[in-house]
């Protein structure tokens, strides 16, 4: 069982995936967020976007799979794992740093790979690679 477990939205716009930089954390993240009880995959989905992005709508929902590593932390005697159930998605609106995320980016083959969080590092980008998600290669 995972300390953490979330649904993550992949958005991908002209080769680059759409991640967060949350206050207080370092790393890199995925759109997205913890599942509430009796809650859907999907319903989590729609309303961490509207929290975290601001009035825009995830559309085209596709489930591309489920991850488990270690969850980002600044701090390197705190071991955690998180689960993220991933959907890949478009959206539709103009997306904007909301709540407890700071800033937006737009990371793309070529981005520092270091500022991301381990889960994407280990897990996510390279199986996306394989399957041919992210023409990144691997």
Known sequence: ?????????????????????????????????????GETPEACLHREIREELGDVVARDLEYLGTYRDRAASD???????????????????????SSEIEALIWFSRESDRELLSPILINAILPDLARRGVLGWGE
């Open 1 to 37: 069982m995972a300390d953490y477990n979330k649904v993550g939205l992949l958005a991908i716009r002209e080769d680059r995936i759409l991640l967060c930089q949350k206050r207080g954390l370092s790393r890199l993240i995925l759109p997205g967020g913890t599942l509430e009880p």
């Open 75 to 97: 701090d390197p005697s705190v071991v955690k794992t998180v689960e993220i159930q991933l959907y890949r998605g478009e959206i539709a609106g103009q997306p904007v740093a």
